[in-house]
C-alpha cells in the first residue's frame, strides 16, 4: 500500500512538473498573441481617425465601420459576409420564397461576378442568364475590384425598373449586354410534371415550401397516372438549383431515403460535427430515379444529388456540379443585422467532401446548345427516309389484330414525343430514357 501511495504520489509530482514546464511557455505565447492583436486593433483605430479627420472627402463613420467588417469576413471565403439591417430582412424573405430581384444566385471568383444560375421563370431567367456566365459590368459600371456585396447591390433597385449587365460566356467571342426589368421574384420551389411515364420534379430552390412542394406534387402526378404501378420512376431535375436551407435538403433526400447517413457536418472542433439520418418511408415507393445535375447546381442540391448517389438510390446525370460544400450559420447581430459566416463543411454519406470538386454525375451527358435555326440548316436536311408500308402495291401485315395495331402506333407516336423532348432538353430526354431501360429490366425479372 505504501508503495503505491508513493508511486501515486511520485505520478503527481512529475505531472506537476511537466505540466508548469509546458504551461509556461504556452501562457507567454498566449500573452504575447493577445499583445499583438491589441496592436493591430489599436492600428486600425489610428488609421479610422486619420481617414475621418484627413480623407479628401467627408465620410460617413458607420459605412466605414460596415465597410471593414465586411472586409474582415469576406476575406475569410466568398460565403461570409456581413448583413446590413436590409440585408439580414431580404435574406429572410427570400428564404421564404418571394423577393424582389432579378432571380439571379451569383458568386465570386478571382475577383470577377460569377453566375450560379438564374431561378426558372425570373426575368434573368427570361433573359437568356446561363449558369458560368460572368457579369463585368452593371449599367455601364464595372463590378471589377468590388465585393460581392457591393457587386450585388448596385444589381438591386425598384420593381419594374430596368438594369443593363454585360456578360462575358464561354464560347462568345465578345461581352454582350442584357436588358433587364426588376420584378418581384416569387419562387415555386417544385414543379411538378409527368412526361412519358415519369414524374419530372423541378426543383428550382430550396426554401422553406420546398419539401411541401415536392411532396404534394408528387403526389398529384400519381394520382393522375392512376397509381405507382403506373409510372416508370421519378427524375428530380436539380439543374442551375444554387442551394438554399439545409434542413429542406435533408428533408428532401429523407423522402427517397429509407435509412442510413444523408449528410454529415464537421465544424472546427470535433464537437461542432453533425450527422443526419433517413428516417423510414419512401415517397417513391421503391421505384427507380434519376437525377439531373450541371455546374449551377450548388450547395443544398449537391447535398441531395451526393445522398442518393452514395446510397445507390439514384443515377445522377449531367454534368459535375459547381462544388459548394461548406455550410453558412446566419448569426443575428446588435442593430438588427446580421453575419453569414462559414462554420462546417459537408460530407455525403460515404464521407467525401465536395468542396470545390462537386459531385461527377454517374452517367456524364453534356446539355447541347441550341443553334439558331437559318434557311442554309434547313437545306441540308436529308430528306425523310421511306419504309416497305410507302411502296406502291406493297403487300398488307394480315397477321396483326387491331389491338397489336394500336399499340404498334401508341408505340410509335411516344418515340416521336421522345424525339421532341430530346430536341428540347435532351439532358431530361436522356434520364427518361434511363428510366424507361430501368423499368423494362425490373419487368423482366
Known amino acids: 500500500?505504501?508503495?503505491?501511495?508513493?508511486?501515486?504520489?511520485a505520478g503527481t509530482l512529475a505531472g506537476v512538473i511537466v505540466t508548469t514546464q509546458i504551461a509556461a511557455p504556452l501562457m507567454a505565447q498566449e500573452t504575447k498573441r493577445n499583445t499583438n492583436v491589441y496592436?493591430?486593433?489599436?492600428?486600425?483605430?489610428d488609421i479610422f481617425e486619420r481617414i475621418r479627420a484627413q480623407y479628401v472627402e467627408e465620410v460617413d463613420e458607420g459605412d466605414l465601420i460596415e465597410a471593414a467588417i465586411n472586409g474582415m469576413l469576406t476575406s475569410l471565403d466568398p460565403h461570409s459576409s456581413y448583413l446590413p439591417?436590409?440585408?439580414a430582412e431580404d435574406m429572410q424573405v427570400q428564404t421564404r420564397g418571394e423577393f424582389g430581384g432579378l432571380g439571379i444566385e451569383v458568386t465570386q471568383e478571382e475577383g470577377f461576378v460569377k453566375v450560379v444560375s438564374p431561378i426558372d421563370g425570373t426575368p434573368a431567367f427570361n433573359a437568356g442568364v446561363e449558369a458560368g456566365d460572368y457579369i463585368t459590368h452593371v449599367d455601364g459600371e464595372s463590378v471589377l475590384g468590388l465585393n460581392l456585396d457591393q457587386?450585388?447591390?448596385m444589381m438591386r433597385g425598384p420593381?419594374?425598373?430596368e438594369i443593363v449587365i454585360t456578360m462575358v460566356r464561354e464560347g462568345e467571342a465578345e461581352p454582350f449586354d442584357l436588358s433587364i426589368v426588376r420584378d418581384t421574384i416569387k419562387v415555386t420551389a417544385v414543379r411538378a410534371r409527368t412526361e412519358q411515364k415519369a414524374v419530372v420534379l423541378r426543383v428550382s430552390s430550396f426554401s422553406d415550401q420546398t419539401y411541401e412542394n415536392l411532396e404534394d406534387g408528387l403526389?398529384?402526378?400519381?394520382?393522375?397516372?392512376?397509381?405507382i404501378d403506373k409510372i416508370n420512376g421519378i427524375v428530380i431535375d436539380l439543374r442551375n438549383n444554387p442551394g438554399g436551407l439545409l434542413n429542406q435538403a435533408i428533408a428532401v433526400s429523407d423522402a427517397f431515403l429509407e435509412k442510413g447517413e444523408i449528410v454529415?457536418?464537421?465544424g472546427r472542433e470535433a464537437q461542432d460535427g453533425e450527422r443526419f439520418n433517413a428516417t423510414p418511408g419512401d415517397l417513391a415507393e421503391g421505384k427507380p430515379i434519376v437525377v439531373l445535375i450541371n455546374g449551377g447546381s450548388a450547395s443544398a442540391s449537391e447535398i441531395v444529388a451526393g445522398a442518393l448517389q452514395d446510397h445507390h438510390r439514384a443515377v445522377v446525370v449531367g454534368t459535375?456540379?459547381?462544388g459548394k460544400g461548406s455550410v453558412q450559420t446566419v448569426m443575428p447581430l446588435r442593430g438588427d443585422g446580421a453575419m453569414r459566416l462559414t462554420t462546417s463543411r459537408y460530407y455525403t454519406p460515404s464521407g467525401r467532401s465536395i468542396q470545390a470538386l462537386g459531385v461527377s454525375p454517374d452517367i456524364l451527358v453534356a446539355q447541347p446548345r441550341r443553334k439558331p435555326e437559318s434557311e442554309e440548316e434547313e437545306s441540308n436536311v436529308p430528306p425523310l427516309l421511306r419504309s416497305e408500308a410507302d411502296l406502291r402495291g406493297s403487300l398488307d401485315n394480315d397477321s396483326l389484330t387491331e389491338d397489336e395495331i394500336l399499340h404498334i402506333e401508341e408505340t410509335r407516336e411516344r418515340a416521336e414525343e421522345s424525339a421532341k423532348l430530346r430536341e428540347e432538353d435532351y439532358q431530361l430526354a436522356y434520364a427518361i430514357d434511363i428510366l424507361k431501360g430501368l423499368t423494362t429490366l425490373n419487368g423482366s425479372k
Open 264 to 266: 454529415s457536418t464537421r
Open 85 to 87: 439591417p436590409e440585408d
Open 1 to 9: 500500500m505504501k508503495k503505491f501511495l508513493m508511486a501515486a504520489g
Open 39 to 45: 496592436e493591430q486593433l489599436d492600428l486600425f483605430g
Open 159 to 161: 420593381v419594374g425598373s
Open 151 to 153: 457587386a450585388v447591390d
Open 219 to 227: 403526389a398529384e402526378e400519381i394520382e393522375k397516372a392512376g397509381g
Open 320 to 322: 459535375r456540379s459547381f
